[in-house]
């Protein structure tokens, strides 16, 4: 599957993942040019997770984003659809800290579907999902579902790719999406098709304010958002009224 406008179907999509757990991190390394660290070291400061907090990480991939709420003394649930990505991030996680006392607070990695999180109503202080949400079919029924498992007053920080309001630097932008980066992909990653799906799914995803509208709709209150380096990615933060 390699166009964004299909119908996402999760067992393609996760398939997709799992093909690119190996070197997924890396590879976000080199096609943002380091820029990711800096975008989830703002997520943690934005989401404000500490000890006591039950966080969800929602399609957290290999945890790499869990690490950094655990580590500020949070308990996460580092959960995600794709088996091949978890694997990856237990495996790292062993092998960085075998007995588990680095991080101040826990992680336990968890497989599930947004549409159908395998969590109690209002087992978590707050939500996150970190450049997932493009990737889930049916985006207002994964944000209520995020709602369902979130506590009365509890945060949801959406973190994702949005769109750069100066026209001239966004149009440069979409050039990179469409030109630079598959070709990049291409010559680095042992799954480049998938790279042109993720590359067209960022295109295609709507921007901040369609954005905020669709998190209102699915009941969440209190939405607004920060731009990220231009506007090239926006995260998002809303309350559980």
Not at 27 to 50: E, Y
Not at 106 to 115: E, N, P, T
Not at 177 to 190: D, F, M, N, S
């Amino acid at each position: 599957m390699t166009r964004a406008d299909l119908e996402k179907k999760p067992a393609e999509v996760a398939a997709m993942f799992d093909a690119l757990a190996g070197r997924y991190d890396l590879m976000n390394d080199v096609l943002s040019m380091g820029q990711v660290r800096l975008w989830r070291r703002r997520v943690q400061r934005i989401l404000r997770a500490g000890p006591g907090d039950r966080i969800l990480d929602l399609a957290a991939g290999t945890g790499t984003s869990s690490v950094t709420f655990a580590a500020a003394g949070a308990d996460v649930v580092a959960c995600d659809f794709s088996l091949g990505m978890l694997q990856a991030g237990q495996a790292r996680q062993v092998k960085s800290d075998p007995l588990g006392t680095k991080s101040r607070g826990r992680i336990a990695f968890a497989a599930g579907d947004a549409l159908r999180l395998p969590f109690k109503d209002g087992a978590f202080d707050a939500v996150t999902i970190s450049f997932g949400l493009r990737n889930v079919h049916g985006t207002r029924d994964a944000l209520a579902e995020m709602r369902r498992v979130t506590r009365p007053g509890g945060r949801l920080v959406v973190c994702e790719f949005s769109e750069i309001k100066i026209a001239p630097l966004d149009m440069l932008y979409r050039r990179y999406l469409t030109g630079v980066l598959p070709a990049i992909a291409r010559r680095a990653a042992r799954n480049p098709a998938a790279y042109e799906y993720l590359a067209e799914s960022i295109s295609d995803w709507p921007p901040q304010r369609e954005l905020a509208d669709v998190i209102s709709a699915a009941g969440w209150s209190s939405v607004r958002w920060r731009d990220l380096t231009l506007g090239i990615v926006a995260v998002h933060v809303a309350r559980n009224p």
